[in-house]
């Protein structure tokens, strides 16, 4: 048996993290690739991020980085962070080079490859995203990359859109015309892509999410993903969404993409996707 240890340690810290299924989605790509790791759950205290990190990379080479840790991330790897985790403020991938800690977000990565994988490519959608929190603030930034027609951010503090528009407008001057913010009740018009990335789906109650009018042919998506359609699924195939579709391929596309900063190696999605779903359950 080969010593997988040696070829290279790689994990993902959280807390909790019993719940991540990323050690097998890594496994599998390495196997598809050829590649010997090993890839380990990491429990952090609350208080002691920065501490697990270092322990860490005294021999590890790659940390996927979630809940509740990705803004400290960033801040440890601040001297060395892609453009698309400035766009973030938030890290879900961290490396070791040249004796620096580097940091990325792949996370909008991942929804885009997702979004085209259903046939529903970013470039010229209207696209109106609920939510303002982490996993917005890692697509905003990708979802403008991608070419979208107008990216309109809502949610249910309003200031945390407008701040979230005002960061990224900041950093991007150019976005300013394409990208708007407001409150749950500010979304007239209609839309190719609605997105759900608020953590509403989470809870047992029924969301306070608006119904969006929808284009032909658009797509509802939720971030979140489990065994049966969400609240916020039912509710748009309901409202008229031609496709609706939960996260767990955009769970994938952002793994592929860790997966690719650290081997230099384009995984195959599809695969790991249907055999994690198979696990999951069908939407
Ligand atoms: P955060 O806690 O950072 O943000 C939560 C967001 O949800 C806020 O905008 C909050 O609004 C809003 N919200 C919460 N409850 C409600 C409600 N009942 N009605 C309306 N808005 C509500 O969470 P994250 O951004 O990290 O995660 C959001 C979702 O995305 C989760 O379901 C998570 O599982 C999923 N996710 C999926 C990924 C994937 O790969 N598929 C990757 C990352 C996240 P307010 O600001 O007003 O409190």
Not at 53 to 75: C, I, R, S, W, Y
Not at 108 to 126: F, I, N, W
Not at 133 to 161: D, M, Q, W, Y
């Amino acid at each position: 048996m080969s010593d997988t240890t040696s070829a290279g340690r790689y994990g993902v810290i959280g807390n909790p993290i019993k719940h991540s299924r990323s050690p097998e989605i890594h496994e599998q790509f390495a196997r598809q690739c050829g590649i010997a790791l090993s890839y380990e759950r990491i429990l952090a205290p609350e208080d002691g991020f920065a501490a697990a990190v270092g322990e860490f990379f005294a021999d590890g080479k790659g940390l996927n980085v979630t809940l509740p840790f990705k803004e400290q991330a960033f801040e440890l790897a601040a001297k060395r962070l892609t453009r698309r985790a400035r766009m973030a403020g938030a890290v879900n991938t961290l490396w070791m080079k040249d004796g620096e800690l580097h940091g990325c977000n792949t996370d909008g990565v991942g929804l885009c490859s997702d979004l085209r994988r259903l046939g529903h490519d970013p470039a010229d959608m209207r696209i109106l995203l609920i939510g303002a929190g982490g996993a917005s603030r890692g697509v905003v930034f990708p979802l403008l990359e991608a070419g979208c027609e107008l990216l309109h951010v809502i949610n249910r503090t309003s200031s945390k859109a407008h701040d979230l528009r005002e960061h990224v407008v900041a950093l991007e001057p150019d976005a300013s015309r394409r990208l708007s913010a407001g409150g749950l009740d500010d979304h007239s018009g209609d839309w190719d892509i609605v997105i759900n990335a608020t953590s509403a789906s989470l809870q047992q109650t029924l969301p306070e999410l608006p119904d969006a009018r929808y284009r032909k042919n658009s797509l509802a998506y939720d971030m979140f993903y489990a065994g049966e359609p969400t609240a916020f699924m039912l509710a748009a195939e309901r409202a008229g969404a031609d496709q609706v579709m939960d996260g767990l391929g955009m769970l994938v596309g952002q793994a592929a993409a860790s997966f690719a900063i650290w081997h230099g190696v384009e995984p195959e999605v599809e695969p790991v996707l249907a055999a994690l779903r198979s696990q999951v359950g069908q939407v």
